[in-house]
């Protein structure tokens, strides 16, 4: 496309100056290409984050959207730095090097009205210790996710029936309780299937977003089975208001806050999650269990 009608003059540099980083300007770039920066941002209305988004062109811009744009950028700086990724692949299919026999296993969903629907499995660990105002402190353990577009309740049912493991409970969020097309909430139908349903209690989306960064370090994942999880933490970001020419307080529904919104359920948790399993949950189709107690 020919971008030789917008000159880069001087003149252009003063006008679009509140717009883009100084660095941008740093760059040694032929008046040609100088030329399509100042063009793309004319196109694109001075639409900062569709302008940083749809051409990263300078490590500035990069360093833009990673830096304003994210919820969980801080938070998921420290996790890395914990060494709570798991890439370790367990001996026993379809079971996490992490998952741990002697904890239930909890379902967290995030419902979609007409796209994804997201149900992350976790254990939740009691840790016997207690933070400075006297509150017990668990451990966060994802050890797989499912997703999927268009899906209702009997197919999730089935891929949760299917485990390796026995979820003892699945939590549903706050219009888990509404009343669907189907003639049933969704909470009914999945009764209807044989689940032990909870509903997590509704709490401002900010709330759940600030208790999950206070939680995020207490987080272990499996990134053989659950690193599409990870890419949702990483990938949720804030709405950017065109008028205002800032990030706001209001996440961006896409697919990655479908699968972020997961997480926030599941740090939402009742402390009940954390008690210790009366059982083995081990799916009773493995019945031979090794001496580590996984099934084999």
Same mark, same amino acid.
């Given at each position: 496309?020919?971008?030789?009608?917008?000159?880069?003059?001087?003149?252009?540099?003063?006008?679009?100056?509140?717009?883009?980083? /100084?660095?941008?300007?740093?760059?040694?770039?032929?008046?040609?290409?100088?030329?399509?920066?100042?063009?793309?941002?004319?196109?694109?209305?001075?639409?900062?984050?569709?302008?940083?988004?749809?051409?990263?062109?300078?490590?500035?811009?990069?360093?833009?959207?990673?830096?304003?744009?994210?919820? =969980?950028?801080?938070?998921?700086?420290?996790?890395?730095?914990?060494?709570?990724?798991?890439?370790?692949?367990?001996?026993?299919?379809?079971?996490?090097?992490?998952?741990?026999?002697?904890?239930?296993?909890?379902?967290?969903?995030?419902?979609?009205?007409?796209?994804?629907?997201?149900?992350?499995?976790? %254990?939740?660990?009691?840790?016997?210790?207690?933070?400075?105002?006297?509150?017990?402190?668990?451990?966060?353990?994802?050890? !797989?996710?499912?997703?999927?577009?268009?899906?209702?309740? /009997?197919?999730?049912?089935?891929?949760? =029936?299917?485990?390796?493991?026995?979820?003892?409970?699945?939590?549903?969020?706050?219009?888990?309780?509404?009343?669907?097309?189907?003639?049933?909430?969704?909470?009914?139908?999945?009764?209807?299937? $044989?689940?032990?349903?909870?509903?997590? /209690?509704?709490?401002?989306?900010?709330? $759940?977003?600030?208790?999950?960064?206070?939680?995020?370090?207490?987080?272990?994942?499996?990134?053989?089975?659950?690193?599409?999880?990870?890419?949702?933490?990483?990938?949720?970001?804030?709405?950017? *208001?065109?008028?205002?020419?800032?990030?706001?307080?209001?996440?961006?529904? !896409?697919?990655?806050?479908?699968?972020? *919104?997961?997480?926030?359920?599941?740090? %939402?948790?009742?402390?009940?999650?954390?008690?210790?399993?009366?059982?083995?949950?081990?799916?009773?189709?493995?019945?031979?269990?090794?001496?580590?107690?996984?099934?084999?």
């Amino acid at each position: 496309k020919d971008y030789s009608k917008y000159i880069a003059t001087d003149g252009y540099k003063r006008q679009i100056g509140n717009f883009i980083y /100084p660095d941008d300007w740093d760059f040694k770039l032929s008046w040609s290409q100088r030329n399509w920066l100042v063009g793309v941002l004319y196109e694109v209305n001075f639409d900062l984050e569709l302008f940083y988004r749809e051409y990263p062109h300078t490590p500035a811009s990069a360093f833009y959207i990673s830096n304003e744009a994210l919820w =969980y950028k801080d938070s998921l700086s420290l996790f890395k730095e914990s060494s709570r990724m798991s890439f370790v692949k367990s001996d026993y299919e379809g079971i996490s090097a992490l998952y741990n026999p002697d904890y239930e296993v909890f379902a967290f969903m995030d419902l979609g009205s007409t796209d994804l629907w997201y149900v992350g499995y976790w %254990q939740i660990l009691d840790t016997g210790t207690y933070d400075k105002w006297g509150n017990e402190i668990w451990d966060y353990v994802l050890l !797989d996710v499912d997703f999927a577009s268009y899906e209702k309740v /009997p197919y999730f049912s089935e891929l949760m =029936y299917d485990k390796p493991y026995v979820i003892d409970r699945l939590y549903l969020p706050h219009d888990g309780v509404h009343e669907r097309v189907e003639g049933h909430s969704v909470e009914t139908q999945f009764t209807e299937f $044989g689940w032990d349903c909870d509903i997590i /209690p509704k709490t401002g989306i900010l709330t $759940g977003i600030m208790n999950a960064r206070r939680k995020m370090t207490r987080m272990s994942i499996d990134m053989v089975y659950a690193s599409d999880g990870f890419e949702c933490l990483n990938k949720y970001k804030r709405k950017y *208001d065109k008028k205002l020419r800032k990030y706001t307080s209001e996440p961006v529904h !896409d697919d990655a806050s479908h699968g972020a *919104d997961m997480f926030r359920y599941a740090f %939402q948790a009742p402390v009940c999650c954390a008690r210790l399993s009366q059982a083995s949950s081990l799916d009773e189709s493995y019945s031979e269990t090794s001496d580590d107690g996984f099934s084999v």
